[in-house]
């Protein structure tokens, strides 16, 4: 094997195991209802669903101004 095939390997290798589809169950039965109903009802959401250029959505964290 090559070297960069062997270093591809080891990184693989020391990716953890972790049960995603648990801790999504997990969170989702604490979620409060009604969180993030606002997104959908934001013109950028909505812009951004009927594209069909872009797979991705960027979403920032806390922002200075008012959403609305």
Partial sequence: ?????RE???LLREIP????ASSLRRVQSVRCEG??????DR???KDWIDRKDTEHLCCYG???????
């Fill in 62 to 68: 806390i922002r200075k101004d008012p959403l609305l």
């Fill in 43 to 45: 013109t950028e959401f």
């Fill in 8 to 10: 591809k390997i080891r």
């Fill in 17 to 20: 195991d972790y049960d995603y």
């Fill in 1 to 5: 094997m090559r070297l960069a095939e």
């Fill in 35 to 40: 969180t993030c109903l606002w997104l959908l």
